[in-house]
């Protein structure tokens, strides 16, 4: 492998290992998920009422809705590493094409 590619796997390594900002929150955030769920679910067993069931529910879709706000926004938030490619290949600028005075004249045809 030439030195172009090696560094350009060593920049995917590098996005790869990057678990800092919504990687780590998206993972805290499912942790708690399941520890919360688990525990009404347990709590669920030791009431043993049928209006505990309603209970269950609703924070199961409270927190099911808390961690799907935070997928959703996790993908609207682009990593540094979006932004420095961003940088390194930017779009040419854009320039008017030079108008043609070729078809148009300001004096009538001669007869």
């Given at each position: 492998?030439?030195?172009?590619?090696?560094?350009?796997?060593?920049?995917l390594l590098d996005r790869v290992r990057d678990d800092t900002g919504y990687?780590?929150?998206?993972?805290?955030?499912?942790?708690?998920?399941?520890?919360?769920?688990?525990g009404s679910i347990a709590a669920l067993a030791f009431v043993t009422q049928?209006?505990?069931?309603?209970?269950?529910?609703?924070?199961?879709?409270?927190?099911?809705?808390?961690?799907?706000?935070?997928?959703?926004?996790?993908?609207?938030?682009?990593?540094?590493?979006?932004?420095?490619?961003?940088?390194?290949?930017?779009?040419?600028?854009?320039?008017?094409?030079?108008?043609?005075?070729?078809?148009?004249?300001?004096?009538?045809?001669?007869?």
């Open positions: 492998m030439n030195s172009t590619s090696d560094n350009a796997f060593v920049k990687g780590m929150l998206m993972f805290y955030a499912f942790t708690a998920a399941v520890l919360i769920i688990s049928w209006w505990m069931l309603a209970v269950v529910v609703a924070v199961h879709m409270a927190i099911t809705g808390v961690v799907s706000s935070i997928v959703f926004h996790a993908f609207d938030v682009p990593s540094p590493a979006d932004a420095e490619d961003a940088v390194l290949v930017a779009p040419a600028p854009q320039t008017a094409p030079a108008p043609s005075t070729a078809s148009v004249s300001p004096l009538p045809a001669a007869a």
